[in-house]
């Protein structure tokens, strides 16, 4: 970490002028990092005017009212910010936005839906699942399927903790304040633009990872024995082959034969050796099945044009999903497959075939 932005992860925990002084000069500096790396595309998209990131400065007085309105007195390094610029735009890869201060408010009030489901979801920690029900959002991302967030309990000197919640993800990070996390987000705008790549079958990226292997099932049978072997459900529906053809058409597209031969042998499975593959009625393409996923990911180049052509076959329940893709199929006729950990860290596996992941996936649980 270089020293300007251990410097913003630094700024004090008691108000001083000095704060504004130096938001200008990382604005300045992260305006610079952001055109260096941008491609014509991200000019494009992001559309930005002569002022670039930033926003005319709303004045004290509109700062004031704010925390008249909300019942609090913002954060020093906040505050210090909206001196300089009523918010950021294109903030991070993400195509983050700090909200002007006027549209700053609690979660509950202004997405009260995704705190509702939140505070009910087993998979967040409890204390995460509280935080979200009394926090500020300060910015939103990824075309609003994420949120940063500000929680007044943790108040240290005058700062409060702050988070990324992914809602699409169902995850959340801490840090220790606004000027921390605004360094996080530089940190990652450089990691994504550095490793940028223009499709997945390019792995130059470490966060997609191709993977192979031997001795794959093939025929009905060896699905048969396989799934026994791991003590996978295995529901048997008579006409599964009257089945399997109608959907087919329905997808318009003759599925890669060991997912067919998969489906043949069992149609759906449920263990803990592998995430749940659905039901064959149950897949279909990802853009038409899950297009919130799609959408939250469409600027990261190495993922987004497979989530917009490939077929959703199974998940994890934690944000891991697991896709066929038909732009790419070998002389056998089978779809490379992936495993798309979208729910930490957006790492990409790829296999040879649905067979070929299955039986990897099995593997690396130790059966």
């Known amino acids: ?33 952001w055109q260096r790396t941008a491609t014509e595309e991200d000019v494009v998209a992001a559309a930005l005017t002569d002022a670039g990131h930033m926003m005319r400065p709303p004045g004290d007085r509109a700062v004031e009212q704010a925390e008249d309105r909300l019942g609090v007195r913002l954060p020093p ?20 936005l ?45 075309r609003g399927v994420g949120s940063w967030l500000l929680d007044p309990l943790g108040s240290d000197g ?22 921390e996390l ?54 048997q529906l008579a006409g599964t082959e009257t089945r399997l053809q109608e959907r087919e058409r329905q997808l318009q597209c003759r ?37 919130q996923l799609a959408s939250a990911w469409n600027c990261f180049d190495y993922v987004a044009p497979l989530l917009g052509r490939a077929l959703l076959i199974g998940d994890d329940g934690t944000g891991g ?3 066929l893709d038909p732009g790419e199929v070998d002389g056998d006729g089978e779809w490379a497959g992936y495993y798309f950990a979208a729910g ?3 790492d990409l596996d790829k296999y040879r075939s649905f067979g070929a992941y299955l039986h990897e996936a099995s593997r690396d649980s130790g059966h």
Not at 165 to 174: A, D, K, L, N
Request: with cysteine.
């Open 1 to 33: 970490m270089n020293a300007s932005r251990t410097q913003a992860v630094n700024w004090g925990v008691s108000e001083s002028s000095s704060l504004s002084v130096q938001w200008p000069a990382w604005i300045t500096s992260y305006a610079q990092e």
């Open 77 to 96: 390094s906040l505050r210090a910010l909206y001196r300089v610029s009523n918010g950021l735009i294109e903030v991070g890869p993400r195509a983050g």
């Open 98 to 142: 700090l909200l002007p201060v006027g549209h700053l408010n609690w979660v509950p009030d202004v997405q009260p839906i995704e705190c509702r489901a939140a505070s009910d979801d087993l998979a967040y920690d409890p204390n995460d699942r509280a935080m979200i029900g009394r926090a500020l959002q300060i910015g939103l991302f990824q």
């Open 158 to 179: 005058g700062e409060w903790p702050a988070y990324i919640w992914s809602h699409f993800e169902r995850s959340v990070e801490r840090f220790n304040g606004f000027a």
């Open 182 to 235: 605004m360094a996080h987000l530089r940190d990652l705008l450089d990691v994504f633009r550095t490793r940028r790549i223009t499709s997945v079958d390019e792995v130059r990226d470490d966060r997609v990872t191709t993977r192979d292997t031997d001795n794959l099932p093939t025929d009905i049978t060896q699905w048969r024995n396989l799934l026994a072997g791991l003590g996978a459900a295995q529901p």
């Open 255 to 291: 599925l890669p034969p060991s997912y067919r031969n998969y489906l043949l042998a069992t149609n759906a499975s449920t263990s803990s050796a592998f995430p749940q593959i659905y039901e064959l009625g149950a897949a279909g393409w990802c853009a038409d099945t899950e297009p």
């Open 321 to 323: 999903y697991v896709l």
């Open 344 to 346: 930490d860290a957006g």
